[in-house]
């Protein structure tokens, strides 16, 4: 069971960023796909989840309009893109699992998001 | 929102010392609590899930206990390989949440 995700990214103050997560050794549908983030120095913060078999979202509110998480079932890719960026976007972006209990047993390896003005 | 406050926010102890760290919710969140341990430039690892029982695979020095607004991770002989910041994190409500961690050291 792996998630590989995408590159480190730089991008301006006001830009969007879209970072992928591509899951492998499972079945794409079974578990809802978490996206979390950590900024310097912090501890990780939940963003929300996409359920991959329906595509149906759940996030929390402080990201509400400014974020969208996506999926393409075929080629067991999920997105998450997080639009009106501000220096305090900087940090570690991760995808993660849970497989077989409550708790995030499998995750991405990380994507930095660089946000500069 | 539950508020997770960890205590120490840092510590150092001596190779094979127990280190203990606490870890208290802002309201009952039962046993819904997982630990973590993250090491500088990788994503975090599961240790502990529902309080007190302990991953596959993770060393047996590793123990959670707690229940209801005050949870403990406990090490009972530090390792050097041991040094790492650790995290508690609730699921009992959403948002999840996290605490803001407990740096180790070693003395």
């Known amino acids: 069971v792996q998630l590989v995700q995408s590159g480190a990214e730089v991008k301006k103050s006001g830009a969007s960023v879209r970072v992928s997560c591509k899951a492998s050794?499972?079945?794409?549908?079974?578990?809802?796909i978490h996206w979390l983030r950590q900024a310097p120095g912090q501890g990780p913060e939940w963003m929300g989840w996409?359920?991959?078999?329906?595509?149906?979202?759940k996030y929390t509110q402080k990201f509400q309009g400014r974020v969208a998480m996506t999926r393409d079932r075929f080629i067991t890719t999920a997105y998450m893109e997080l639009s009106r960026l501000g220096s305090d976007d900087t940090a570690i972006y991760y995808c993660a699992i849970q497989v077989g209990r409550n708790a995030f047993d499998i995750w991405g390896q990380g994507t930095l998001v660089t946000v500069s003005s | 929102d539950i508020e997770m406050t960890q205590s120490p926010s840092s510590l150092s102890a001596s190779v094979g010392d127990r280190v203990t760290i606490t870890c208290q919710a802002s309201?009952?969140?039962?046993?819904?609590l997982n630990w973590y341990q993250q090491k500088p430039g990788k994503a975090p690892k599961l240790l502990i899930y529902d309080a007190s029982n302990l991953e596959a695979g993770v060393p047996s020095r590793f123990r959670g206990s707690g229940s209801g607004t005050d949870f403990i991770f406990t090490i009972s002989s530090l390792q050097p390989e041991d040094i790492a910041t650790y995290y508690c994190?609730?699921?009992?409500?959403?948002?999840?949440?996290f605490g803001q961690g407990t740096r180790l050291g070693i003395k």
């Open positions: 309201r009952d969140i039962t046993n819904y």
């Open positions: 050794g499972y079945t794409f549908t079974d578990f809802y």
């Open positions: 996409i359920n991959p078999k329906s595509g149906g979202t």
């Open positions: 994190q609730q699921y009992d409500n959403l948002p999840i949440t």
